[in-house]
């Protein structure tokens, strides 16, 4: 089965400092993979997916960019973090055995 | 948007059955039901999907009705460890891939 990982755990930036979150996949080749975010109290949202190396749709307009440089790599990052980035920051891939989409431990991000 | 709609919060005695609602009335004919929990500050886990029939794995089972507007989670004997948010989802198609459209989800409290 598919392993996510995920760092760093949490993490703390400044208003205005660059961002860059690795997601890793291991147990599968060429996985969809997508990243999430959620705000305290609230569902997932999708932020990105991609369906193979240099492959990457949005699904909403944003401070944020993602990229694939590899097959099980996938990469979140930001030029300059705003206030509304905080947010616990999710990886998943997929499909698995039934269709589901495997997720990664998170990474909580604070922005001050 | 969500598709999905779920009670906030519910309870339930250790070692009852729990049996968390969801509507989905605006479900196409080819989205499946998902449903996944979350131990807090931690990934989602997958539990069961379904598309018309009932289903049932060694989590839980899953009742859908013949409209396929709403559907049932049941964990047949539930325990302290099964406190989670429950998530109903829809899975979307894309063109490439799978799209899974959460909600705000049901705090499932268990209590001895």
């Known amino acids: 089965s598919q392993t996510i990982h995920q760092w760093p755990a949490t993490l703390v930036q400044p208003v205005g400092s660059p961002l860059s979150l690795e997601c890793t996949v291991e147990?599968?080749?060429?996985?969809?993979l997508y990243w999430y975010r959620q705000a305290a109290g609230r569902g997932l949202q999708l932020l990105f997916y991609?369906?193979?190396?240099?492959?990457i749709s949005s699904e909403v307009p944003q401070n944020l960019s993602a990229s694939r440089p590899q097959d099980r790599q996938f990469i979140l990052s930001s030029k300059k973090l705003l206030l509304s980035d905080s947010g616990f920051y999710l990886c998943?891939?997929?499909?698995?055995?039934?269709?589901?989409?495997?997720f990664g431990p998170g990474t909580r991000l604070t922005v001050t | 948007d969500a598709k999905t709609t779920q009670p906030p919060s519910m309870d339930c005695a250790e070692g009852r059955a729990a049996n968390l609602p969801c509507n989905h009335s605006?479900?196409?004919?080819?989205?499946?039901v998902y449903w996944y929990r979350q131990i807090h500050s931690q990934g989602p886990q997958y539990i069961i999907h379904?598309?018309?029939n009932n289903e049932t794995n060694e989590m839980a089972s899953l009742i859908i009705t013949e409209d396929r507007k709403s559907s049932t989670l049941i964990l047949p004997h539930a325990t302290l460890r099964d406190t989670a948010v429950y998530y109903c989802?829809?899975?979307?198609?894309?063109?490439?891939?799978?799209?899974?459209?959460f909600g705000a989800g049901t705090i499932l409290r268990v209590k001895s």
């Open positions: 605006t479900i196409s004919g080819n989205e499946y």
């Open positions: 991609s369906v193979g190396i240099g492959q």
């Open positions: 989802i829809v899975r979307v198609p894309m063109e490439y891939g799978n799209k899974l459209v």
């Open positions: 379904g598309l018309k």
């Open positions: 147990g599968t080749s060429n996985p969809n």
């Open positions: 998943a891939g997929g499909p698995g055995r039934a269709y589901e989409q495997y």
